[in-house]
């Protein structure tokens, strides 16, 4: 047997999962403050809703992966700067930077 479940259908199984996953939506909806209102907007309505929710969350999901990898480019460039700048002072000689350019060091 197949229920409808607003233009999808599940078996009593997969309903019964989806009953469960929507308490517990409802529940931490309704513990922000929110309330939920059944059959406020018609199926073509919540299919746009879907639509463009899910166009944002892709949108807002790019954007945050490229601030994280520009954010990781960021840490691995001022790394290999730091680890450069490392190597360079510790050149044998660097330390003596300076002598023989008329330096008499009295």
Not at 7 to 28: F, I, V
Not at 49 to 67: G, N
């Amino acid at each position: 047997m197949r229920i409808p479940t607003g233009g999808m259908t599940a078996s009593a199984g997969e309903q019964s999962e989806l009953d469960d996953r929507t308490n517990r939506l409802q529940k931490d909806l309704s513990s922000e403050g929110y309330t939920v209102i059944r059959d406020l907007l018609t199926a073509d309505q919540v299919e746009s809703l879907r639509l463009i929710v899910t166009q944002y969350l892709k949108s807002e999901l790019q954007s945050l992966q490229d601030r994280v990898l520009h954010a990781g480019s960021g840490r691995k460039l001022a790394s290999d700067i730091e680890g450069s700048s490392k190597i360079s002072s510790q050149r044998p000689g660097k330390e003596h930077a300076g002598e023989g350019l008329g330096h008499t060091g009295k």
